[in-house]
């Protein structure tokens, strides 16, 4: 069976990193969780001071681009590929509520989304590589052979990230993670580069009260039929 792309966008918190991993694996494709690289700019930029009161230095981050060095490698241990900043591993850095907090305005400029976008495609240029973002069908492949398109209710997205958050030691209410996925929603389907909107041959899944296994068996269905 000869490689393909597999594409998977869907607003924040559908449970996208955790399919595409899962099948990822399976098929023995690469998987690339390009949020992280949006995080990992983010954490960047709060790092080196060019977010003050809520709001970005664009012209500095733009101007220090070339400073910011992004990889992933894989941890046997616990299984997932980590993203690394510079050398450093970051993993956990980028999943608090901070960077959650401005990853959206860094994600809505353009300079920054070129260079990702630039990364991600050479990532995927051998196929065999499971993608999961934002603008993945629309932008960075294309022509990638299986696009997915995932959605869930913003009530039962801010349930599964508030789960998250809380297992990994964060303390925060579940009040404020809804209004992020609310206000991430809005920002990332309304920016002007590069927004979420569904491929027009992407595959629509309504994942709230899909297991996981559900979407998996869905999607090896539909695999299947792009092999017949
Ligand atoms: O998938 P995530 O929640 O980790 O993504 C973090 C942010 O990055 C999200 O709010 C929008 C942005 N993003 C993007 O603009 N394009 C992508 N391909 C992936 C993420």
């Not at 069976?1 to 690469?30: H, N, P, Q, W």
């Not at 992280?36 to 080196?48: E, H, K, P």
């Not at 991600?120 to 065999?128: A, E, I, R, T, V």
């Not at 998250?164 to 002007?192: C, F």
């Amino acid at each position: 069976m000869s490689k393909i792309v597999i594409a998977i966008d869907g607003f924040s918190s559908t449970g996208k990193s955790t399919v595409a991993r899962r099948l990822a694996k399976e098929l023995g494709y690469i998987y690339v969780d390009t949020g992280a690289m949006y995080r990992a700019v983010t954490y960047f930029a709060l790092q080196n001071g060019l977010i003050a009161n809520d709001k970005v230095d664009k012209q500095e981050l733009i101007s220090q681009l070339n400073d910011i060095q992004i990889t992933f490698k894989f941890n046997k241990t616990v299984g997932i590929a980590e993203v690394y900043l510079n050398g450093n591993n970051i993993e956990s850095d980028i999943r608090t509520l901070k960077v959650s907090q401005h990853v959206s305005h860094i994600a809505e400029i353009s300079e920054v989304r070129r260079k990702l976008v630039e990364q991600q495609q050479l990532m995927g240029k051998d196929k065999g590589v499971v993608m999961d973002g934002r603008d993945i069908a629309t932008v960075v492949f294309p022509d990638a052979e299986l696009k997915i398109f995932m959605t869930a209710s913003a009530e039962t997205r801010a349930t599964r990230r508030y789960k998250e958050l809380l297992q990994r030691g964060h303390n925060l209410s579940y009040d404020d993670v809804l209004k992020n996925v609310v206000t991430r929603d809005k920002i990332d389907s309304t920016r002007e580069d590069s927004p979420l909107i569904k491929a027009v041959d992407a595959i629509e899944f309504d994942n709230s009260t899909m297991t996981i296994d559900e979407q998996l068996q869905e999607i090896r269905k539909l695999i299947e039929q792009k092999n017949e």
